[in-house]
């Protein structure tokens, strides 16, 4: 793994966003932005309105957990530039104290439903979201999120009260 602050997309957004900037990391031509989540909607307004970077396309919103860091959760956003054919992805942190994020809708209406799954599965709130509802799970569902490591793998409550036949 190649430390990515030489690539052309990492300069630039150091050089506009320092305090935001933590890191890059490059690793098969993949390259990783490592950010402080305050800096997530002003870099993306960048990456998209900048004519040399011109990323169109919110490709993919995920989320992993740490549950032993202090900064539990990484919300991991991937884009394309259709135009310019490179992508970019950036890493933020989340604490689970203050699971919560602004959201990229306003930049990319199509992260709409990429954040509601991340929200469902994941319990990650999206600031300014305009419809932040469960979309996988129903709107009742209560038992946490599937996909945080503490969850059972049996899961929980009602799912343990099926008589299955032998």
């Known amino acids: 793994m190649d430390d990515g602050k030489d690539h052309t997309i990492s300069q630039k957004i150091r050089a506009e966003f320092p305090a935001f900037y933590i890191g890059a990391t490059l690793y098969r031509g993949d390259l990783s932005i490592h950010l402080k989540r305050e800096g997530i909607v002003p870099i993306c307004t960048f990456l998209k309105e900048n004519p040399a970077l011109d ?3 919110p490709v993919h919103i995920s989320s992993v957990d740490f549950p032993k860091e202090a900064e539990r959760f990484e ?4 884009f394309f ?3 310019k054919k490179h992508q970019v992805r950036l890493k933020t942190r989340v604490p689970e104290d203050d699971c919560e994020i602004e959201s990229v809708t306003s930049i990319w209406p199509g992260a709409n439903y990429l954040e509601r799954e991340v929200y469902d599965m994941m319990g990650i709130r999206f600031l300014n979201h ?7 799970l129903p709107d009742d569902y209560d ?6 490591k503490d969850f059972p793998i049996q899961g929980r409550g009602w ?5 299955f036949p032998v």
């Open 143 to 148: 038992e946490g999120y599937p996909l945080r």
């Open 81 to 83: 530039s259709i135009r």
């Open 55 to 57: 990323f169109d396309y």
């Open 130 to 136: 305009p419809e932040l509802k469960r979309i996988l």
């Open 75 to 78: 919300v991991v956003y991937e």
């Open 159 to 163: 799912r343990d009260t099926f008589d």
